[in-house]
């Protein structure tokens, strides 16, 4: 496939300030008419061809200024539509008529029918299966849409904008039971941002009054009969509508916002202008149907696609390079909003334990690129946690380096130069550069460069001298395309932690230090510190500053120390899952050597310490208590990794921690029983979590089957009631109560797709072998299909990316399961296939003979006959 590169940008050569399409909506033929109002950049008459994008079009007919064409002077195939006689002028009208078929669209790309409904997708190129158009994200047009119906299949019609117009269609003859909607949307905008609507579905309404007084309409649309379950997703629209005014003095800008859930959707949400669309699972919340997270992670998507609107929408990307420009900057914002919503410190812990299993072993694989790539091939596999994640890292770096205000007035700036523009990574930082007069040169490298860099540390306290010297040395090793690399500017946040647990007030000699950030930008820096007045331990990284890995010389006490003491809580935690990290990889080795590991009573009773500190919110101590994950092990290990012996590591820690504190955690665990009614919010999730990690420990030992059994026959909420499911089929794996929870589970909820998606996912990452066939059957599950996402997603993309022993199976079979898993849903959908196939992204870190079986399931997928680019694309990069 062609190659993209970022050096070859060059502006169009024609605009389009005015684009009005109507759409005779119909299941299998469905035409579209586009009136595109094109102009010459130059404002001459144009000098070369009309080249519009298409992609599987069929084209009905084409004019120019209201003249047919005729077939001499231009080219239509699916993909490409070229006009070669173009009238003398700078500015004509352009019509296209097409004809689509949203029923066949399985790639849920373009315009497509999910549950009956008409939907669009259009990020990044599905615009283009719409009509022929210039579909690249500097091409802004004013939009004019009508769309039309029948009143029965569809009576609602939306689209971007402002409603102007609506009514029946007048057909001369008898009542053709069709009706019409006009949407115009005032805001130029990129083709990627458009969408449509029509169909059968009930809704929530309510306003906000922004901060000027403007009064916008909200409506949120979701299947019949769910209107309730939308109410909480109505709720976070408007607290993020609220905290963007209040943090970033961003406002809403048309009279109606519109939120529409549908349930086949390849992503998580869509921000297009005014109309945004979600995966229902982002929208649709109750107590019964949903967990905690579920409720965080609507929270969080709401407020993301809506942060867009000024992120994104308002300013644009000049191309798909700079995805992250609107990508990372938006996911950091709705960090910061999920934070002040709850609670900071958990949920910084939660980003980088998500950040630590995506994208460090994305950014140390095959697939390792820079936030903003220079070339793709398809930009779709673009849309990665480097992008998202580490871009986010980057500009939480930039207010690091520059402090709350000058960041704040750095983001003022570039909503009021950039408004309404197609920018860059460049225009961005400059703004930074500008309101804080510091060069970003150096830290711009985070944007160009892949690969997470790591940084070792070693502390050296003199007494006499009352003087403590750091000394930092910075490494990033090579990765794909890129073998040499260059220093980076890492900020540090740090600090020198006194024997009373404060901070030590210190004095720094030498560059470097600014306040509590050390500014490592070579390759090695030493930094003293004098008049110290006692021995300190170091706390770095406080925040997780800089997404990097840590290398630090330090005793099992001093961690033990900063565990306890530190009064930053995200290092408090980091120290724990250090001394974890440590405990289980040691353990690994001596399973891998034929023996038993055993594991020091100091780290069993210093986690049964913090189980009880009721200093700590319970939210915290559970993720303090939840240990590093199999993949967070393996990565940790580095190479010829034997996923059994991680898991066997991490059982046996496991149980000796429940095992030095089952009177204790069965005490918090009552203690942590619920006392009034459910409520979402983060104060009752944390208890409900610590409530379950504890159930996990104690449910543990072989056997102990009871507690959690009875936890899922009294549960009340699907929070409780999943924990207690994935309790019972993680740890008592075939035991009569875990066969009966699971049947129970599934006949409870067989008519909810999304609750099924939990029963999937849980038998999905059962350890062992034996989920192979697991997974095989539950494909032939009648709540399963091959065609919807969020199943797949589910059943098949969970085994792969969420069970190292049944995906790693040593005979292969994980990897054939997979593999012919892959290409089936490949010929329906190649982005949702493309996408489940990075779970091979590890392969060349295991053992030699799993190592050869993953090639070869690789190898095989890549011999495939008509291979999507999309799929083409992540198979030769993993294999490279
Ligand atoms: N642009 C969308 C989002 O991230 C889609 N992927 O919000
Ligand atoms: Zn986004």
Redesign the pocket.
Known sequence: GQVFKLEDYKPSEFLIPETKLTFNLHPTKTLVQAELTIRTRSGQPPNAALVLDGDELVLRSLAINGKVLDAASYTATPDRLTINELPQADTFTLSIETEVAPEHNKALSGLYRSSGNYTTQC?AEGFRRITYFLDRPDVLSVYTVRLEADSKEAPLLLSNGNLVERGPVESGALDSGRHFAVWHDPFPKPS?LFALVGGDLGSIKDSFTTASGREVELGIYVEHGKEERAAYAMAALKRSMRWDEEVFGREYDLDVFNIVAVSDF??????NKGLNIFNDKYVLADEATASDADYAGIEA?IA??YF?NWT?NRITCRDWFQLCL??GL??FRDHEFSADQRSRAVKRIAEVRGLRAQQFPEDQGPLAHPVRPRRYREINNF?TSTV?EKGSEVVRMIRTILGAEDFRRGMDLYFERHDGDAATIEDFLRVFEEVSGRDLSQFALWYHQAGTPSVQVAMRHDADKREVTLHLEQALAPTPSESRKRLMHIPLQFGLVGQDGRDIAVKAAGEGVEGDVIHLRKRHQTIRFTDVPERPVLSINRGFSAPIMLAMEQTAEDRMFLARHDSDLFARWQALTTLYTQALTQAYRTIRGGSTPEFAPALLALVGDTARNEALEPAYRALALSLPGEGDIAREIGQTIDPDAILAARNALVLAIAAANADDFAKIYEAMAASGPFSPDAADAGRRSLRNVLLDYLSAPAGDVKRAASRYESATNMTDRAAALAVLAHRQSGSPETVAALADFESRFRPEPLVIDKWFQIQATVPGTATVNTVRELMRHSGFSIDNPNRVRSLVGTFAAANQTAFHAADGSGYKLFADAVLEVERRNPQVAARIATAFRSWRSLEPGRQDKARQALVAISQHRDLSSDLRDIVERTLA
């Open positions: 990020e990627y390849n992503m998580g949400a869509m921000e998507v993301h696609e867009h994104g609107k990508e938006t996911v849309y998202y």
